[in-house]
């Protein structure tokens, strides 16, 4: 799905997003979704173990390429904060790329929005620690 430079681009965004945010942030990537790719990205988030960070604050980016879907959802953390809209601008800024092709473009552009978004209810700390990989999972 992607190489693996375009993975380390990935795994980049995700690290300059976080030194804004103490909000953690992952994407995982699979070929084909037959659920509702909200729910998918439900079971993905628990099978990441997402819920387990200290203030409940973690973001999961769900694509499913050939299937042509996606998903964003946040944590309980972030879901009590923010507006029930609170995602729309970072899911049309990755589906205006993926339209062109450019998945790691839309990615990496939709991970700095979250990143900026997430600043405004969850501000980077001091003593934030990485409690999630940057890695993408792959399905």
Known sequence: ??????????????????????GELRVHMEKVCTLDPVQRAIAVFEKLGMHQTA???GVLIYV?????QLAIIGD?????????????STRDLMITHFKTGQ???????????AGQQLAK??????NDQNELSNE???G
């Open 76 to 88: 309980k953390g972030i879901n009590e904060l923010v507006p029930a809209n609170f995602w729309d």
């Open 121 to 126: 209810y969850f501000p980077y700390e001091d």
């Open 103 to 113: 998945i790691t473009e839309g990615l990496c552009a939709a991970i700095a929005e």
């Open 55 to 57: 203030a409940r604050n």
């Open 1 to 22: 799905m992607l190489t693996a430079q375009e993975q380390t681009m990935v795994a980049q965004a995700i690290s300059t997003a976080e030194k804004n945010t103490s």
């Open 136 to 138: 993408i999972s792959f």
């Open 64 to 68: 499913a390429t050939e299937s042509n």
